[in-house]
């Protein structure tokens, strides 16, 4: 009679993740810098012994992720390239449609990230940031003034993300950059950024700025959470008044 053994399923990792892990780890171990060649297709199965199609699919891993480059014809081949936040932001875009993210989760990832960005943008900002900051706003008040609110949506986005910018703090700014598609689509509701809505939000905006240029880092935060919460919950009521007018199906 057999003996049982109380143990789980055994996972055996396909080849092609295990080279790409190998060399994933000499990429940001720093063995392989930013602009050094890879072996070629031919090298890499000789050195690895795996097939030519598990090459193929460990280099295409990599270069999703951003890490390697690679170039075809005659002279192709694979080169490291820095990881830029790119890789950060499409992989976040692609998680919230993809996984139908609820509004509210994407609107409340937006309220944990942005005040405390405005503190940091209060304590990091240079000279040339807050002139970026400055041309958002000005964008955001003439298309305002125009009554052009897709000009007016975009611009207002431009300025949180340019905020976040002026924190110097490249996760901050990978991920607001990378919700602030969804964030967009969210705004892009019947009646929503009405005139009251968007001088509203000039002003807000003003007062943040205002305390970002007095390098006051605990007002910036105070004043982009207030902001932030009364554009939420303007967002929610206006989505609510839409639902209750939607005929509902019998």
Not at 97 to 121: D, K, N, W, Y
Not at 126 to 133: N, W
Not at 190 to 201: C, I, K, L, Q
Request: glycine fraction near 6%; include cysteine.
């Amino acid at each position: 009679m057999s003996t049982m053994l109380d143990m789980k399923p055994v996972n055996v990792p396909k080849a092609a993740d295990v080279l790409a892990e190998i060399l994933r780890e000499k990429i940001l171990g720093g063995d392989l810098g930013e602009g050094v060649d890879l072996p070629n297709e031919r090298d890499l199965v000789v050195q690895s012994g795996l097939s030519r199609a598990s090459v193929r699919e460990a280099l295409r891993i990599l270069e999703g992720e951003g890490l390697i480059t690679t170039r075809t014809g005659r002279n192709g081949g694979s080169a490291v390239v820095r990881p830029t936040s790119a890789a950060i932001e499409r992989s976040v875009g692609i998680f919230i449609r993809g996984q139908g993210i609820r509004l509210e989760a994407v609107l409340e990832t937006r309220a944990a990230i942005e005040p405390p960005s405005a503190r940091f943008a209060a304590m990091h900002c240079t000279d040339a940031d807050l002139e970026e900051i400055e041309k958002c706003q000005i964008k955001l008040e003439q298309a305002s003034e125009a009554g052009d609110v897709d000009a007016y949506v975009r611009a207002n986005l431009d300025w949180h993300v340019q905020v976040v910018r002026a924190s110097h703090n490249e996760l901050l700014i990978a991920f607001i950059t990378a919700v602030s598609h969804s964030v967009y689509v969210a705004t892009d509701l019947d009646g929503f950024n009405s005139a009251s809505v968007r001088n509203a939000v000039i002003r807000a905006h003003r007062r943040v700025m205002d305390a970002i240029k007095a390098r006051d880092g605990e007002a910036a935060a105070r004043r982009m959470e207030r902001h932030v919460g009364a554009y939420i919950v303007d967002i929610q009521n206006t989505q609510e008044n839409i639902d209750s007018k939607t005929p509902k199906e019998t």
